[in-house]
């Protein structure tokens, strides 16, 4: 399987949106809506953003939200904090009955 | 709250096994699922299986034939061999709790890195 294809890096200003795509195929993410995305501080563990595509779990800040179409699922930022810069990864569930994830995308706030 | 902490050598020898634990405190291991997670230094994350307290399993294809996981209830643990490891294997590994109806984790541990080297 495949890993999800992800930007290697995007970036904007405070107060700006961004857009992170995930791009997959019919047996991933454009097959299921167990579209999962999760933020990485260097040194940390991932940390669960949104889940079930557009799902925030309780903490997170509803400056994020994610959506999906075909094969493309997005994560969207929105009031780009400095905090917010860090390493964005997606995953999905796939039709073998497996995870697999993005290669991540390095948000950088300018 | 339930924590993960994950354990287990820093430094494993070519060609032998990869042996790590993961203890869960401020809950009991017996109401989720659990799995392990790999990242390679500067690399992206990669599932490796998980575990019900049960005992059944699921591993990732790509790994299934040299990964095994384990539980122990009455020590609140999960554990995972990696046999004949290389160099590839190198990673920070997480244990994390997993939410396999929704398959996402929600609740990781710090991770711990192990190197493959002679």
């Known amino acids: 399987q495949s890993a999800l294809t992800q930007p290697a890096s995007v970036s904007g200003s405070p107060g700006q949106s961004i857009t992170i795509s995930c791009t997959g195929t019919s047996s991933d993410v454009g097959g299921y809506n167990y579209v999962s995305w999760y933020q990485q501080h260097p040194g940390k563990a991932p940390k669960l953003m949104i889940y079930?595509?557009?799902n925030r779990p309780s903490g997170v800040s509803n400056r994020f939200s994610g959506s999906k179409s075909g094969n493309t699922a997005s994560l969207t930022i929105s009031g780009l904090q400095a905090e917010d810069e860090a390493n964005y990864y997606c995953?999905?569930?796939?039709?073998?009955?497996?995870?697999?994830f993005g290669g991540g995308t390095k948000l950088t706030v300018l | 709250q339930v924590q993960l902490q994950e354990s287990g050598p820093g430094l494993v020898k070519p060609s032998e096994t990869l042996s790590l634990t993961c203890t869960v405190s401020g809950g009991s291991i017996r109401t989720y699922y659990w799995s392990w997670i790999r990242q390679p230094p500067g690399k992206g994350l990669e599932w490796i299986g998980y575990i019900f307290h049960s005992g059944s399993t699921d591993y990732n294809p790509s790994l299934k034939s040299r990964v095994t996981i384990s539980v122990d209830t009455s020590k609140n643990q999960f554990s995972l061999k990696l046999s004949s490891v290389t160099a590839a294997d190198t990673a920070v590994y997480y244990c994390?709790?997993?939410?396999?109806?929704?398959?996402?984790?929600?609740?990781w541990g710090q991770g711990t890195m192990v190197t493959v080297s002679s």
């Open positions: 995953s999905s569930y796939t039709s073998s009955s497996t995870l697999v």
């Open positions: 994390a709790r997993d939410e396999v109806t929704k398959r996402l984790f929600d609740i």
């Open positions: 079930e595509v557009s």
